[in-house]
């Protein structure tokens, strides 16, 4: 079981930053990529950043060039960096974790998310 907990939302103005983490904890086994989404109310789940093992990353074409996200492997922690948020931005973010097991037939994955912290960018 690897549980996900994500810290850092909150309320900024247009043009502000933010920093969100996520911790993974419990029996964890190999992560092989985490991530973030995030949900505006009344619209889709959508990905914003995600981040291997090795450090590729990809990011939604809205954000790019605005957020930065990372990863410490050894802290079991990936970060999203937001920089000049706008209210378009606002959204529950949530960290999303794709845990891989090896078994002797093969790989078992599973996905694991947080709960989700809130991002408000508003005047």
């Known amino acids: 079981q690897v549980q996900l907990v994500e810290s850092g939302g909150g309320l900024v103005q247009p043009g502000g930053s933010l920093r969100l983490s996520c911790a993974a904890s419990g029996s964890i086994v190999s992560i092989n990529g985490m991530g973030w989404y995030r949900q505006a109310p009344g619209k889709e789940r959508e990905l914003v950043a995600a981040?291997?093992?090795?450090?590729?990353?990809n990011y939604a074409d809205s954000v790019k060039g605005r957020f930065t996200i990372s990863r410490d492997n050894a802290k079991n922690t990936v970060y999203l960096q937001m920089h000049s948020l706008k209210p378009e931005d606002t959204a529950v973010y949530y960290c999303?974790?794709?845990?891989?097991?090896?078994?002797?037939?093969?790989?078992?994955?599973?996905?694991?998310w947080g709960q989700g912290t809130q991002v408000a960018v508003s005047s």
């Open positions: 999303h974790a794709h845990v891989t097991l090896p078994l002797s037939i093969g790989t078992f994955s599973y996905d694991s």
């Open positions: 981040v291997t093992s090795s450090g590729s990353a």
